[in-house]
């Protein structure tokens, strides 16, 4: 396991969409590991394959809550439900906040790094966080929703 380098805005693969992963190898496997490392050493609660310049579509989360690390590959939202509005921060635009409309409950469906199906509901940090992801995997940045933005006293890293 490594840490990657965490690509930052304005580097355009952030504006790219991720490929779907159409077989998981042990390349695979190695980029999810790699991806866990890196987001716990950057203390962010998730990252997505582009962030370290890979155009696939797999994210990692760590909420803190008892899910612990989730490793999603080709995750895609099935449900959205209700509404939340609130802080986000995200590893590749260090230094800044932004104020998000998200949906307060989502449903995500993707493979875990066996291949197999499930599917995954979150609420309130959960589901900004899948939201979040996903959007990187669609070349979305958090600050293209953000209602304000400002200068983070801390980051929040996500």
């Known amino acids: 396991m490594a840490l990657r380098i965490i690509v930052k805005d304005p580097d355009p693969v952030l504006r790219e969409k991720a490929k779907p992963v159409p077989k998981i190898t042990p390349n695979i496997h190695k980029l999810l590991d790699d991806m866990a490392d890196t987001m716990y050493d950057a203390q962010g609660v998730g990252l997505a394959a582009p962030q370290v310049g890979i155009l696939k579509r797999v994210i990692v989360m760590d909420v803190g809550d008892e899910n612990g690390l989730i490793e999603l590959i080709n995750p895609e939202i099935i449900e959205k439900e209700g509404e939340q509005f609130g802080p986000e921060g995200c590893l590749s635009i260090p230094g800044l906040t932004g104020d998000v409309r998200r949906a307060l409950k989502v449903k995500v469906r993707g493979l875990n790094r066996n ?22 995997l669609n070349g979305v940045l958090f600050t293209d929703l953000a209602e304000k933005t400002y200068r983070a006293e801390q980051d929040e890293g996500e």
């Open 115 to 136: 291949g197999e199906e499930f599917e995954l509901e979150g609420t309130e940090l959960l589901a900004r966080c899948i939201q979040h992801e996903v959007d990187h």
